[in-house]
């Protein structure tokens, strides 16, 4: 049996790191571009973003050191106590936490501040992956298990959900893919995505229609069971029937009296502005008009570095954060962002193909983990950026603005490419 | 691989959807957009000097002036003792709050104007206090001067140009300057000049953060171009005094070439009134509808009149040209012309040669109305159909620029009437022949003529057969103009031989006939009194008949003239007693530079029909007499 060789870079995916160096590194161009003042010139200018960020990629390698230093087998080991740790800082929050922008998610240390919900997204992969692997035969068909899986979830998505920072928590549906990849009913996804769907199309079309529409498609389909099943499916079968009914008229106008009534009117209008229920360009819908107009106007080519007039003008806020990717498509063009979402594919690709080649389901599980949160992250920050998505406040992965983001994601990652490298070795 | 296939085909999804939205919004809406109209570059104009004008002698008539305006930012305005800043203004509390709360509504981190056109001793007291008062400041504005009170109608004026014409023309901006009448609008173009334009980069808060693109795009603004009028300023002026306390048109023309040497419309106004700070209370005064000068009602060009007895020499010209009557034709006139059998179906004549053959030039001289209604009857019936007749009269009557717009160059104007065959056969239930026509032979009837056309006539009369479309640009920065449509002469259907009689006939009018008391000495004077009748209209409920309008047209010297110049004065009675001797002062003044008769100018000069005008207004629209 072969032991784990003694340099800490040895078997590391040379292809990942390239890609996590190609997208911190034209992220911070951005950052760059997005927050400097035509006054500074100076990179490590504390006070400013870029001069900020700059310093939380320099500490980078030191973290990457570090991952790297400790064995695969500490990481399965210690997932337990992690993923414990970071609960408890997910409710320290609520004591010690210092409330920004209306959400108490963060850690003040004076000269630096930590969103703990950056780094828990690790330590529940690492957990997730645990509980999978932890039995040989872990069966989904068991919904002990099913349960199981759920509360290591969404644990920590609901402590979030309470600071409130809805946007965060939404990244943990990401692991129903990691669950479906370890056996998982696809049955769940679905069932998701039609909620959102009737969700989405009440919003739009009105209750009434949809469910008039809806009743009809389900009696055109009880129409065709009959036929092919004859009387006696009805016989056994019409409680179901009438039940499915039941709930999908209680779904539709629940959902309409959640989004008239419940529902946050701020994020209300975060629906309506994208359905285009309600135009305001210069209100709630700003910052969605001036994202895409920002884009937009960047063309082909873009206007190149440093000559975005409506990014050197800050016309989008939140530019370096959440909309940095509007940045790369005024400066850059069509040809910059479609290569920044070629990097991000091609990354998640390989960490996909990757965690299949781990002969160990750790690994594997892990993997699908961090495919699963990045691709989640992509979605949900770039659909926003270019106005297929709602607003929702998340960051584009180490692309975005943010210590505590970008050292979430690095050891996110770089706890992979230790699995990875290890992945031929004998635990 | 199998258990892979969902994570992999959404990744490959979502990425190729988000690579199609940005396709979507760079390349296929990327291309309408505009790299310079948008948020994020400021334009700034800087303003050229719009052109000046001069008369056709050099003498400068429409100049530049400074007005000053207070401009208010609101957002940098500082809590400030109202009180004092008002009474330093001239306004009080509520229009300071007024205009401010203006201002705040239209952008609060924009300029705006405040107070428009300070006056200029306000200007200087202002300056030294206005410091005090953080976000107010003065902007200096070029506006127009009209160093001579004169020739509005043909001035027009400029005011801020319409919201729709700004949105529409990537030129204007919402609050600049427009020609709105007069050459100001017509040539708008030459006057306005070329703004510059800065380009800069600014931030979302309108901070300008540098130049944009380094400046290669910005531009220096060119000024207007200066322009000369075909206008003897002088002339104008002395007609304008002539028409004083009148309502009417005067119109003077250069034969040999178009150019109009006066355009007179009475009453008109000063037109320094449309500038500055009392603009906007004057413009209403002077064109309400309801009030009976209508000043702004540029009478010379668009006031309709029957042109009465001067039309007697187109008649006689087409008889020539058609030949139904030659120099030798005669008729005769019993006080009058009966054209129809019953006893009213007879047309009055006062030539008071009763009962003699009368020749085209005495029935020119005396304006013998029985002669002209032969005539006209002859060439009405020269074909079989009388509307085959009147088709061809009235094309002959046009080919003088009658019964159109002559398309001279001032954005003003009537078509005037001239009927034709089709125009009575048009009319319902009406059968009609030469004699129920009869009143278009002596101008009267169913043809109107504006000013300019008659002197236009006139000029054609004077030129044997041709004329040069009127025309008030003589210059564009010392150039002369080259528009074929100014520079190429027009015929008239009438053949030049046919012209001497009607010229020899019209000097004797001023030898021996109507206009006999008007004549000058020394200055050959051919011309032709017109008398018009009014209709009957109904005021406060009273059949009133008012008084003729006084017509006269004319040209000198006989042999190459000088001057062809068409005088109506409405409500003046016989043609020889007002519009006769106007014609005369003008045409002495000038070709001399002289008066030979004070008496007569000063009579004119005294004579009012004020009371003539106010006798025809309803009482009941009368200000001020209730």
């Given at each position: 049996m072969r032991q784990e060789r003694n340099n800490i870079f040895a078997g590391i995916d040379f292809i990942l790191v390239f890609l996590y160096l190609f997208l911190v590194g034209f992220g911070w161009l951005n950052i760059y571009a997005a927050s400097r003042t035509t006054e500074d010139v100076e990179f490590l200018n504390?006070?400013?973003?870029?001069?900020?960020?700059?310093?939380?990629?320099?500490?980078?390698?030191?973290?990457?050191?570090?991952?790297?230093?400790?064995?695969?087998?500490?990481?399965?080991?210690?997932?337990?106590?992690?993923?414990?740790?970071?609960?408890?800082?997910?409710?320290?929050?609520?004591?010690?936490?210092?409330?920004?922008?209306?959400?108490?998610?963060?850690?003040?240390?004076?000269?630096?501040?930590?969103q703990p919900s950056e780094f828990v997204k690790v330590f529940t992969a690492l957990a997730v992956a645990k509980l999978l692997s932890d039995h040989r035969q872990y069966n989904f068909n068991l919904i002990k298990n099913q349960v199981k899986a759920f509360i290591i979830i969404f644990l920590p998505a609901f402590l979030i959900i309470l600071q409130p920072d809805a946007g965060s928590a939404l990244i943990y549906l990401a692991f129903f893919f990691v669950l479906n990849r370890e056996g998982l009913s696809l049955n769940y996804i679905l069932l998701g995505l039609s909620t959102l769907l009737i969700f989405i199309s009440t919003?739009?079309?009105?209750?009434?229609?949809?469910?008039?529409?809806?009743?009809?498609?389900?009696?055109?389909?009880?129409?065709?069971?009959?036929?092919?099943?004859?009387?006696?499916?009805?016989?056994?079968?019409?409680?179901?029937?009438?039940?499915?009914?039941?709930?999908?008229?209680?779904?539709?106008?629940?959902?309409?009296?959640?989004?008239?009534?419940?529902?946050?009117?701020?994020?209300?209008?975060?629906?309506?502005?994208?359905?285009?229920?309600?135009?305001?360009?210069?209100?709630?819908?700003?910052?969605?008009?001036?994202?895409?107009?920002?884009?937009?106007?960047?063309?082909?080519?873009?206007?190149?570095?440093?000559?975005?007039?409506?990014?050197?003008?800050?016309?989008?806020?939140?530019?370096?954060?959440?909309?940095?990717f509007s940045t790369v498509g005024e400066e850059w063009g069509f040809i910059g962002a479609s290569l920044v979402i070629i990097a991000f594919m091609l990354m998640m690709y390989r960490i996909i193909y990757l965690a299949e080649t781990h002969s160990n389901k750790f690994?594997?599980?892990?993997?699908?983990?961090?495919?699963?949160?990045?691709?989640?992250?992509?979605?949900?920050?770039?659909?926003?950026?270019?106005?297929?998505?709602?607003?929702?406040?998340?960051?584009?992965?180490?692309?975005?603005?943010?210590?505590?983001?970008?050292?979430?994601?690095?050891?996110?990652?770089?706890?992979?490419?230790?699995?990875?490298?290890?992945?031929?070795?004998?635990? | 691989m199998q258990r892979s296939f969902l994570l992999y085909f959404s990744i490959t999804l979502v990425g190729v959807l988000f690579i199609g939205r940005l396709f979507q919004l760079q390349i296929l809406r990327g291309q309408k957009y505009d790299p310079i109209n948008n948020a994020a570059v400021k334009t700034q104009y800087d303003y050229p000097e719009r052109g000046y004008v001069y008369d056709r002698n050099g003498t400068l008539i429409i100049a530049n002036q400074l007005s000053y305006d207070v401009m208010v930012q609101p957002n940098e305005v500082t809590p400030l003792d109202t009180l004092e800043f008002c009474a330093l203004l001239k306004i009080d509390k509520a229009s300071f709050l007024k205009r401010f709360n203006r201002?705040?509504?239209?952008?609060?981190?924009?300029?705006?104007?405040?107070?428009?056109?300070?006056?200029?001793?306000?200007?200087?007291?202002?300056?030294?206090?206005?410091?005090?008062?953080?976000?107010?400041?003065?902007?200096?504005?070029?506006?127009?001067?009209?160093?001579?009170?004169?020739?509005?109608?043909?001035?027009?004026?400029?005011?801020?140009?319409?919201?729709?014409?700004?949105?529409?023309?990537?030129?204007?901006?919402?609050?600049?300057?427009?020609?709105?009448?007069?050459?100001e609008k017509e040539y708008e173009a030459y006057l306005r000049g070329t703004k510059g334009k800065k380009y800069s980069h600014k931030n979302r808060f309108n901070k300008v953060t540098g130049p944009y693109k380094n400046g290669v795009l910005d531009t220096l603004p060119s000024n207007g171009k200066d322009l000369t009028l075909t206008i003897d300023i002088e002339l104008q002026q002395y007609?304008?005094?002539?028409?004083?306390?009148?309502r009417g048109g005067i119109v003077a023309i250069e034969p040999s070439s178009g150019e109009i040497l006066a355009l007179v419309s009475a009453p008109s106004y000063d037109p320094n009134m449309l500038v500055g700070r009392k603009r906007s209370k004057n413009s209403v005064l002077l064109m309400n509808p309801k009030n009976p000068d209508k000043p702004t009602y540029d009478r010379s060009l668009m006031a309709q009149y029957a042109p009465g007895s001067p039309f007697k020499m187109m008649n006689a010209l087409i008889g020539l040209q058609e030949n139904v009557i030659n120099a030798n034709t005669a008729f005769r006139c019993y006080e009058g012309y009966q054209y129809g059998r019953r006893k009213n179906e007879f047309m009055g004549c006062h030539c008071g040669i009763i009962g003699n053959p009368i020749y085209l030039k005495t029935a020119i001289a005396r304006s013998c109305n029985s002669y002209f209604a032969n005539t006209f009857k002859r060439i009405v019936e020269k074909d079989n159909k009388p509307s085959e007749g009147l088709n061809n009269w009235s094309k002959h009557v046009k080919s003088f620029g009658l019964g159109d717009y002559l398309g001279y160059d001032l954005p003003a104007g009537a078509a005037g009437r001239i009927p034709t065959?089709?125009?009575?056969?048009?009319?319902?239930?009406?059968?009609?022949?030469?004699?129920?026509?009869?009143?278009?032979?002596?101008?009267?009837?169913?043809?109107?003529?504006?000013?300019?056309?008659?002197?236009?006539?006139?000029?054609?009369?004077?030129?044997?057969?041709?004329?040069?479309?009127?025309?008030?640009?003589?210059?564009?920065?010392?150039?002369?103009?080259?528009?074929?449509?100014?520079?190429?002469?027009?015929?008239?259907?009438?053949?030049?031989?046919?012209?001497?009689?009607?010229?020899?006939?019209?000097?004797?009018?001023?030898?021996?006939g109507t206009g006999k008391s008007s004549q000058i000495k020394g200055i050959e004077i051919c011309g032709k009194t017109g008398t018009v009748e009014n209709s009957i209209k109904i005021i406060d409920g009273v059949k009133t008949q008012a008084?003729?309008?006084s017509i006269l047209v004319a040209f000198a010297p006989k042999d190459n003239p000088k001057i062809a110049i068409a005088v109506f004065v409405?409500?003046?009675?016989?043609?020889?007693?007002?519009?006769?001797?106007?014609?005369?002062?003008?045409?002495?003044?000038?070709?001399?530079?002289?008066?030979?008769k004070p008496l007569v100018e000063k009579r004119i000069l005294a004579l009012s029909l004020q009371e003539v005008y106010d006798k025809q207004k309803s009482k009941e629209i009368a200000p001020g007499t209730k």
């Open positions: 504390f006070s400013t973003e870029y001069g900020k960020q700059l310093i939380f990629i320099c500490l980078t390698p030191p973290l990457i050191v570090l991952i790297l230093f400790f064995n695969s087998k500490f990481y399965e080991k210690f997932s337990v106590i992690f993923y414990a740790f970071s609960i408890l800082s997910l409710l320290g929050l609520f004591v010690f936490g210092k409330t920004i922008n209306g959400a108490t998610s963060w850690y003040n240390f004076g000269f630096i501040g930590l919003i739009y079309f009105g209750p009434e229609t949809i469910i008039t529409s809806l009743f009809i498609l389900i009696t055109f389909f009880v129409i065709l069971i009959i036929k092919k099943a004859g009387k006696r499916y009805l016989r056994f079968n019409w409680y179901k029937i009438v039940g499915v009914y039941l709930l999908l008229g209680i779904f539709v106008f629940s959902t309409n009296y959640f989004y008239k009534h419940v529902l946050a009117s701020h994020q209300k209008d975060r629906f309506d502005i994208l359905l285009g229920i309600k135009t305001d360009n210069k209100g709630v819908g700003y910052n969605s008009y001036q994202s895409e107009l920002t884009i937009s106007s960047g063309g082909l080519n873009g206007k190149g570095f440093l000559n975005g007039d409506l990014t050197q003008g800050d016309f989008v806020p939140e530019q370096h954060t959440d909309y940095i690994g594997r599980v892990y993997g699908y983990g961090l495919a699963s949160i990045l691709f989640f992250h992509v979605i949900v920050n770039i659909g926003m950026v270019i106005g297929l998505l709602p607003t929702v406040g998340i960051p584009l992965p180490f692309f975005s603005y943010g210590g505590s983001s970008l050292w979430g994601f690095t050891i996110l990652l770089f706890i992979f490419l230790r699995l990875d490298a290890h992945k031929n070795y004998d635990w | 201002a705040q509504n239209y952008a609060s981190y924009l300029p705006s104007v405040f107070l428009k056109q300070l006056a200029k001793e306000d200007y200087a007291y202002l300056q030294e206090k206005l410091h005090h008062y953080k976000g107010f400041y003065i902007q200096k504005r070029v506006i127009r001067e009209y160093p001579i009170k004169s020739a509005a109608n043909i001035f027009g004026y400029i005011s801020e140009v319409s919201e729709s014409k700004a949105k529409k023309n990537v030129d204007y901006q919402q609050g600049e300057l427009i020609g709105k009448a007069g050459i007609a304008e005094s002539l028409m004083k306390g009148k065959g089709v125009f009575y056969d048009n009319r319902i239930n009406y059968r009609w022949n030469a004699s129920s026509v009869i009143s278009n032979a002596i101008g009267q009837g169913d043809v109107e003529t504006t000013p300019i056309q008659l002197a236009n006539f006139t000029a054609a009369i004077a030129n044997k057969g041709f004329f040069y479309t009127p025309h008030i640009l003589k210059k564009v920065a010392g150039e002369a103009i080259k528009n074929k449509k100014y520079t190429v002469p027009k015929k008239t259907s009438i053949a030049a031989k046919h012209f001497e009689p009607i010229i020899e006939a019209m000097h004797e009018v001023f030898k021996t008084p003729d309008h409405e409500n003046g009675g016989y043609g020889s007693t007002i519009a006769a001797p106007i014609s005369s002062l003008i045409i002495e003044k000038y070709l001399t530079e002289k008066i030979s």
